[in-house]
């Protein structure tokens, strides 16, 4: 889980007992388009890989839209910034949620529609309805699994529109699961990275991964509308000092940094390293964490897309315990078979 290339030597080492900010992982990217937002743009558009169940209550004028779901990553950076962006703008669309389940209907129910954003409680958005495309009133509970297009969510801003903005994309085509990639980096939202070519540092609002895994990073700060896929651009990453600790860069390796709140697990984050993991207490907040190398947050089946629909999983996990038992084993003694038969066990 290491790569000497996405880390710093002793010559770039900073002090960091007295620094903001400390340097913790850099590597080159083959793969950036950067892009300023349009000033005037007053949506944005999140698509989310996981999929809530949406229940509808109050003869269908209120919704809630249920991440809590045990097997939903809660830890995703995707809802964690499409909370933020609902308590800012309050005002949200619903697009695709098209939902079918054969067992109770034969009609195919689209729950596109506009919402009114009223609160998040445990990772479940209550909002007010303005409008849906199609439903029934005989059902109120739309379970996840059968949803057939998943729902993407477009968020209106609600802020004063004469209000500059000053941020820009960073789109990585490499992808998440690259090593030229800011997930295989560790960083998150809230770390800053430095660009190539560029003097100041960029603090990353928000870390956006499409179904095709691309990423789209939001930074606070312009950069110039290039595209850079196939040029190689160094950018480095730094996080916050908060506890004023002195940085470790002895161990490389990196794992998973769980952070702890009260004693309660509220964040659990990849490719950290030990100095990551460190660098993500916070006193004030009474934030610890742990690091556990060589170690991921979530066991993912390879080869299986996050999308994959939980029958079909189900499915494949028979099937791979019906080969093991089908492997196992078996001691026959030989002395009991006649001999004309026994020239097929052998």
């Not at 009133?137 to 379970?143: C, F, K, L």
């Not at 040029?231 to 990453?237: A, D, E, H, S």
């Amino acid at each position: 889980m290491t790569s000497r290339s996405s880390y710093i030597t002793n010559k770039q080492r900073p002090r960091g007992d007295n620094n903001e900010l400390v340097q913790v992982r850099s590597n080159v990217f083959y793969g950036i388009e950067t892009q300023q937002i349009n000033e005037q743009e007053n949506t944005e558009k999140r698509e989310i890989t996981t999929v809530p169940n949406i229940i509808f209550y109050d003869n269908y004028t209120k919704v809630m839209i249920d991440f809590s779901d045990y097997e939903n990553n809660q830890d995703n950076n995707d809802i964690k910034a499409l909370f933020k962006l609902l308590e800012s703008y309050q005002s949200f669309t619903i697009n695709g949620a098209k939902w079918k389940n054969s067992q109770i209907s034969q009609n195919t129910f689209d729950l596109s529609g506009t919402f009114v954003f009223t609160s998040i409680k445990e990772n479940i958005i209550f909002a007010n309805i303005t409008s849906i495309t199609s439903y029934t009133s005989n059902i109120t509970r739309y379970d996840k699994e059968f949803f057939i297009v998943y729902p993407n969510f477009e968020i209106s801003n609600l802020k004063n529109s004469s209000e500059k903005i000053t941020k820009s994309y960073i789109f990585n085509y490499l992808g998440k699961n690259s090593k030229n990639s800011f997930s295989y980096l560790g960083l998150i939202a809230g770390d800053y990275i430095e660009i190539q070519n560029y003097k100041n540092k960029f603090e990353i609002l928000n870390i956006q991964i499409d179904t095709e895994g691309k990423e789209t990073i939001t930074v606070n700060g312009i950069l110039n509308n290039e595209n850079n896929v196939g040029i190689p651009i160094l950018i480095t990453g730094f996080q916050k000092n908060n506890n004023k600790i002195i940085p470790n860069f002895n161990s490389t390796t990196t794992g998973k940094c769980e952070l702890f709140q009260n004693n309660v697990m509220i964040q659990c984050i990849d490719n950290q390293t030990e100095l990551q993991s460190k660098l993500r207490e916070n006193k004030n907040s009474g934030i610890t964490s742990v690091f556990y190398p060589n170690e991921f947050c979530n066991f993912i089946i390879p080869d299986i897309d996050a999308e994959t629909p939980k029958p079909f999983i189900d499915q494949l996990k028979s099937q791979i315990e019906s080969l093991r038992i089908r492997n196992t084993q078996i001691s026959v003694n030989s002395n009991n078979i006649p001999l004309s038969t026994r020239s097929l066990i052998r």
